[in-house]
């Protein structure tokens, strides 16, 4: 579909609306100033004002190119990792332990109901993890979150074996071509089987080192804190082996993990950064808003000036709330972000995506 909205076309051509709407009359075409009008209309109706008509692909013109790297400007950054596992396998239970705190405690019947987003400084570097919800119901959550993951942590409860999330978590680890470390939780347990986890993965050609395979497989209890160091080791010796490089000098880019229209606040995102350094008075684009970054807080909620590659931060500053999944991307300019927000309002109001063109009018009337 190529269109034009009547009341844009009027601006373009410098003449009242009311004067196009009689124009399209006499052409027997009914059109109010917010309907569009098809190329060819435009096109015989702009010729009238001595104006020629170009049509555009308006989704190529929301598509932003990501700055180019300078390979002495890649740096090393943390792994994101993603904790996978079947409910009550201890996902949260982990991740609370790795950070030290208790967000089992605040959690409304102990299930997380979000992707939460945390980052942890250990003494061999640091590591950003990504919770995911356990219900079946988020599933399609989890398929996106593995898919900003460098690397997933697959929680198995000892004494609960390989269960239908679990295998979910495998599919999708595959699909995304992730590689997979296994936590075997749960091994203060009087019933826990680690060897039974072992055979249980080996028919998912998930294979540990001891088994001859290439899987790490570590035994933890998230309860009492064991091998938090060895899971941590193991995260950081993958992430190694993989090169996960960023460069913090360029403008970021990052992905939306959550975000919510807060009381108080307003809009509010939380954003994992992928690339570059996100700062305080960027403009953005996210998805279909525009905003420019009023104030940004960490994991841990205390306010920052700017976050790096694969730092986890909530922003405020949005012009609306974006979906999860979306991508942000600083613009240059302020004006060059609202353009390309706005471009993509448009798109998704004709709702055809890639299909879309528009009439770009070039005004020959008009002085620059
Ligand atoms: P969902 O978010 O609902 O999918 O669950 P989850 O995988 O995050 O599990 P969660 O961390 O909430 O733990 C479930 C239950 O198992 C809680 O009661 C934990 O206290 C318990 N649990 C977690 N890890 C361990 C462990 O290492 N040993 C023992 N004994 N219990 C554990
Ligand atoms: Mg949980």
Redesign the pocket.
Known sequence: TEFVQVGELAKKLNVRAPEIIAKLMQMGVMATITQSIDAETATLLSAEYGCTVEVISLYEETLIQEESDEAADLVQRPPVVT?M?????????????LRETDV?AT?AG???QHIGAYQVTRPKGKITFL?????AAFSAMRARGAQVTDIVVL?V?A?DGVMP?TEEAISHAKDAKVPIIVAV?????PSANIDRIKQDLAKFEILSEDWGGTTPFVP?????K?NLDKLEDAILAQAEVMEVTANPKKRATGTVVEAKLDQGRGPVATILVRNGTLKIGDAFVVGLEGGKIRAMYNDRGQSVKEAGPATPVEILGLSGVPNSGDILNVMATEREAREIADKRQELARHQQAQQVKKVKLENFNETI
């Open positions: 904790i596992g079947h409910v009550d396998h201890g996902k949260t239970k982990l991740l609370d332990a089992v959690e102990g299930i997380t919770d995911t919800p356990g219900h929680v409860a004494d999330q939780n749960k091994i203060d347990k933890i209890s998230a309860l009492q064991l």
